[in-house]
T-cell receptor, first 111, second 117 residues
Framework: RKEVEQDPGPFNVPEGATVAFNCTYS??????FFWYRQDCRKEPKLLMS???SGNEDGRFTAQLNRASQYISLLIRDSKLSDSATYLC????????????FGSGTQLTVLP | GAVVSQHPSRVICKSGTSVKIECRSL??????MFWYRQFPKQSLMLMAT?????????EQGVEKDKFLINHASLTLSTLTVTSAHPEDSSFYIC?????????????FGSGTQLSVL
């Protein structure tokens, strides 16, 4: 089983749509969770951290379910500029500094 | 602006040659830097953790004699791909974690696309 597993997509949605991405992680000892976005052949950029209580940043909402080892990202009112690959990222237990990346979910927002 | 600078952004080389990639933290000191590799449509895979003043820690399956890491200063880590082969063609990316005034944040370099002919 992969340490971090995501649906690779692609997700093709019209502008203004709401889209949700899911992610599962295998190690219950993981403590830190993030969503990054990556544009083609560019470095990943932190979108948001994910907290146990769930958190929201504008059009983006992240949720964490520790019991199910499940993380989600919801994007509302999607924009063309949201087109990217979204990476679910989990810290390696025992190391706050080492991160394990999911393979990413590709999103294309269509005009 | 960028706080982690990575060079070169793209390199094309012949099989058998060595390629050096630099990762530099611009306005903070990084005792630890990380090197990742990403093949097309795949996730970033941690190759090694670079520690200033000591040996790098390599992930399982990564040949330390092939991927030489040097972290000689608090702002510079280098990855040298020795005797590169076509299967080493990949996107290599470094990251560094800053502390202090910036808090604990992870910054990535812009990546290096290596193509071995």
């Amino acid at each position: 089983r992969k340490e971090v597993e995501q649906d690779p997509g692609p997700f093709n949605v019209p502008e203004g749509a709401t889209v949700a991405f899911n992610c599962t992680y295998s190690n219950s000892a993981s403590q830190s969770f993030f969503w990054y976005r990556q544009d083609c052949r560019k470095e990943p950029k932190l979108l948001m951290s994910v907290y146990s209580s769930g958190n929201e940043d504008g059009r983006f909402t992240a949720q964490l379910n520790r019991a199910s080892q499940y993380i989600s990202l919801l994007i509302r009112d999607s924009k063309l500029s949201d087109s990217a690959t979204y990476l679910c990222v989990v810290n390696r237990p025992g190391s706050a500094r080492q991160l394990t990346f999911g393979s990413g979910t590709q999103l294309t927002v269509l005009p | 602006g960028a706080v982690v600078s990575q060079h070169p952004s793209r390199v094309i080389c012949k099989s058998g040659t060595s390629v050096k990639i630099e990762c530099r933290s611009l306005d903070f000191q990084a005792t630890t830097m990380f090197w990742y590799r990403q093949f097309p449509k795949q996730s970033l895979m941690l190759m090694a953790t670079s520690n200033e003043g000591s040996k790098a820690t390599y992930e399982q399956g990564v040949e330390k004699d092939k991927f030489l890491i040097n972290h000689a200063s608090l702002t510079l880590s280098t990855l040298t791909v020795t005797s590169a082969h076509p299967e080493d063609s990949s996107f290599y990316i470094c990251s560094a974690r800053s502390g202090g005034a910036r808090g604990e944040k992870l910054f990535f370099g812009s990546g290096t696309q290596l193509s071995v002919l």
